[in-house]
């Protein structure tokens, strides 16, 4: 499970909603915000994980921590976690729309059912908790700043990888033209674009074959993948003051993987 970050980001004061935040790179991303100061936002569908998740880094770094039960591919759901979130901590400074769905499913095999999913979490729910943290910045005069977890996927198909290598293009579009039109009005949109991540779900495909952890590190020129912690602090950087003239960009966080 992740640590702290070790990135030296003071975020005191802030406050920052991190969806997909109970497991995996959600809740590292939320552990750092929380290490570094920032009053943290939890959602996930799973509502019962989102609340250890918030009390187990509440209890680590003392910070203040809730968690909303969310599904963000349901757009009234995202304006209620913005809406939950300012009535928690009277702002929202700071979204990492990290909450995803994935699966292999061959494009000779994709029911409608399939793609509906995979627009609805990957695509669906950035831009409308984007949109209900924008527009409640916009009226009440705030900044804001929102890093979208897309991968490289995003830009390098695989067989069986279609809907969400798509989903995730689409997102990478989409991060460029929320940057163009909302960045004069406050708020800054960048992206990030992980390799293989050291999660649960990738160490149970290593064990269970379905991944070959040899094969793959011979391809990665830093000779590992990414840890958890390596998207958290990206995620802090993008998201801070350090990065203030990077608009509209995705960072590749891979170790030379898609190279």
Same mark, same amino acid.
């Given at each position: 499970?992740?640590?702290?970050?070790?990135?030296?980001?003071?975020?005191?004061?802030?406050?920052?909603?991190?969806?997909? =935040? /109970?497991?995996?790179?959600?809740?590292?991303?939320?552990?750092?915000?929380?290490?570094?100061?920032? &009053?943290?936002? $939890?959602?996930?569908? &799973?509502?019962?994980?989102?609340?250890?998740?918030?009390?187990?880094?509440?209890?680590?770094?003392?910070?203040?921590?809730?968690?909303?039960?969310?599904?963000?591919? !349901?757009?009234?759901?995202?304006?209620?976690?913005?809406?939950?979130?300012?009535?928690?901590?009277?702002?929202?400074?700071?979204?990492?729309?990290?909450?995803?769905?994935?699966?292999?499913?061959?494009?000779?095999?994709?029911?409608?059912?399939?793609? /509906? #999913?995979?627009?609805?979490?990957?695509?669906?729910?950035?831009?409308?908790?984007?949109?209900?943290?924008?527009?409640?910045?916009?009226?009440?005069?705030?900044?804001?700043?929102? !890093?979208?977890?897309?991968?490289?996927?995003?830009?390098?198909?695989?067989?069986?990888?279609?809907?969400?290598?798509?989903?995730?293009?689409?997102?990478?579009?989409?991060?460029?033209?929320?940057?163009?039109?909302?960045?004069?009005?406050? $708020?800054?949109?960048?992206?990030?674009?992980? =390799?293989?991540?050291?999660?649960?779900?990738?160490?149970?495909?290593?064990?269970?074959? #379905?991944?070959?952890?040899?094969?793959?590190? #011979?391809?990665?020129?830093?000779?590992?993948?990414?840890?958890?912690?390596?998207?958290?602090?990206?995620?802090?950087?993008?998201?801070?003051?350090?990065?203030?003239?990077? $608009?509209?960009?995705?960072?590749? $966080?891979?170790? =030379?993987?898609?190279?």
């Amino acid at each position: 499970m992740a640590s702290r970050s070790e990135a030296p980001f003071d975020f005191t004061g802030k406050t920052a909603i991190v969806t997909g =935040g /109970s497991v995996g790179i959600g809740r590292a991303i939320a552990q750092a915000f929380a290490a570094a100061g920032a &009053n943290v936002v $939890i959602a996930a569908r &799973n509502g019962e994980a989102a609340r250890q998740a918030a009390t187990e880094i509440g209890r680590e770094t003392g910070a203040r921590l809730i968690a909303v039960k969310t599904d963000v591919a !349901v757009p009234a759901e995202c304006a209620k976690l913005v809406d939950d979130a300012v009535a928690a901590f009277g702002a929202v400074d700071i979204l990492a729309n990290n909450a995803a769905f994935f699966s292999l499913i061959p494009l000779l095999d994709v029911a409608p059912e399939d793609a /509906s #999913r995979f627009s609805g979490v990957n695509f669906n729910g950035p831009l409308f908790c984007s949109q209900a943290l924008a527009r409640w910045a916009i009226a009440n005069q705030r900044t804001a700043a929102i !890093v979208n977890i897309s991968s490289i996927a995003g830009q390098r198909p695989a067989p069986g990888c279609g809907l969400y290598s798509a989903s995730k293009a689409a997102l990478d579009s989409l991060t460029k033209s929320m940057a163009l039109e909302w960045t004069s009005r406050g $708020i800054r949109v960048n992206g990030l674009a992980p =390799g293989h991540v050291a999660t649960e779900g990738v160490e149970a495909d290593f064990v269970a074959g #379905r991944l070959d952890r040899a094969a793959m590190m #011979r391809r990665i020129p830093a000779g590992r993948i990414a840890r958890v912690e390596d998207i958290a602090d990206a995620t802090l950087f993008l998201a801070s003051e350090r990065a203030r003239h990077i $608009i509209g960009a995705t960072l590749t $966080i891979d170790g =030379g993987e898609a190279l």
